[in-house]
T-cell receptor, first 115, second 109 residues
């Protein structure tokens, strides 16, 4: 089944404890992206990647890191999480960044709470 | 001013009604436009891409007005199952995506 998977789905952690949220897609998509969703603020793009080893900042990259060493994986790293990073996180992928109307497929979301 | 703006609603409409949402964007160089549907904090799913010529998919019609920088979504003959949050999304030339905050629709029996 074609899908985007994220792990973990739920995570409660404490301030300063490094964590990684994994994202994997099995559709051979070039483009991958991370979003956070907060009430009243909607979906905001954190980082995106147009292909392996190519990443760029979205609107809210502060406090996050990403890497794209393989086409299928795009982990989101929080080196020192803070309470303002408590949010619902979505990973998404689409076939190609060069095709303008490509659909983005979203993962099921990761609900992160930082105490 | 937000780059992409939507009326948050909620829009409460009776079954069978026609409802329309607008979404305005500020960057005239925006390249691609989309409507996504999101149910109860689940993942967004593409409803339709929006083309300059307008496009229709069953009861749903999307239109793009580049001159006035807005996109619209029209839902005809609303069903209970249409109750959801509708997100507009804009892709920039830089391949960044900007989403609106969403418009909540509740279709009432």
């Amino acid at each position: 089944e074609a899908q985007v998977t994220q792990n973990p789905r739920y995570l409660i952690t404490v301030t300063g404890k490094k964590l990684t949220v994994t994202c994997s897609q099995n559709m051979n998509h070039e483009y991958m992206s991370w979003y956070r969703q907060d009430p009243g603020l909607g979906l905001r793009q954190i980082y995106y990647s147009m292909n392996v080893e190519v990443t760029d900042k979205g609107d809210v990259p502060e406090g996050y890191k990403v890497s794209r060493k393989e086409k299928r994986n795009f982990p989101l790293i929080l080196e020192s999480p803070s309470p303002n990073q408590t949010s619902l996180y979505f990973c998404a992928s689409s076939l190609s960044s060069s095709v303008s109307n490509n659909e983005q497929f979203f993962g099921p979301g990761t609900r992160l709470t930082v105490l | 001013r937000k780059e992409v703006e939507q009326d948050p609603g909620p829009f409460n409409v009776p079954e069978g009604a026609t409802v329309a949402f607008n979404c305005t964007y500020s960057n005239s160089a925006s390249q691609s436009f989309f409507w996504y549907r999101q149910d109860c904090r689940k993942e967004p799913k593409l409803l339709m891409s929006v083309y300059s010529s307008g496009n229709e998919d069953g009861r749903f019609t999307a239109q793009l007005n580049r001159a006035s920088q807005y996109i619209s979504l029209l839902i005809r003959d609303s069903k209970l199952s249409d109750s959801a949050t509708y997100l507009c999304a804009v892709r920039q030339r830089t391949y960044k995506y900007i989403f609106g905050t969403g418009t909540r629709l509740k279709v009432l029996a």
